[in-house]
C-alpha cells in the first residue's frame, strides 16, 4: 500500500520474480518464505535481501506448498512430502517421506508457539 492507500506493485530483491510463485507467507525472525516450482526461499523482510535457499532434488519440481510462521510442506511430483523448519537465516530439512501417490492438499498446524 502506498501513502494513498492505493495498493501498487513493488520489488522485493530476495524474491525470484522470474518464476511463478506457488506460496508467500510472513514467518519468523522477521522473514518472508517464498515457494517457487523449483525452491523455497528465506527472505529478510526489512532488508529485503535473500538469507537462504532450499531446492528441490534436480528432476523434480513442486507442486503444493503450505506453510505456517515456523514451518514449510512440500509436496513435490512423483509421491515426496517434504518438511522443512524455518529458522533464523536457515530452512532446515527434517523429513522427506516417498509415497506412493503425489498429494495434491497438504496443510500444516504449528506444533507448537513460536518466538515473535
Not at 7 to 29: A, D, M, P
Request: with cysteine.
Amino acid at each position: 500500500m502506498n501513502l494513498e492507500d492505493k495498493l501498487e506493485e513493488t520489488e522485493i530483491e530476495g524474491f525470484c520474480s522470474q518464476v511463478q510463485t506457488f506460496y508467500c507467507h510472513n514467518v519468523v525472525h522477521n522473514q518472508l518464505v517464498q515457494v517457487t516450482s523449483s525452491s523455497v526461499r528465506l527472505v529478510s523482510s526489512s532488508s529485503g535481501e535473500l538469507r537462504n535457499e532450499w531446492h528441490a532434488p534436480s528432476d523434480y519440481s513442486i507442486n503444493v506448498a503450505t506453510a505456517n510462521a515456523t514451518q514449510v510442506l512440500l509436496s513435490i511430483r512423483g509421491g515426496h512430502l517434504i518438511y522443512l523448519e524455518i529458522g533464523d537465516g536457515v530452512l532446515v530439512e527434517k523429513k522427506h517421506a516417498d509415497l506412493k501417490y503425489d498429494i495434491s492438499c497438504p496443510d500444516i498446524n504449528p506444533i507448537e508457539e513460536y518466538p515473535n
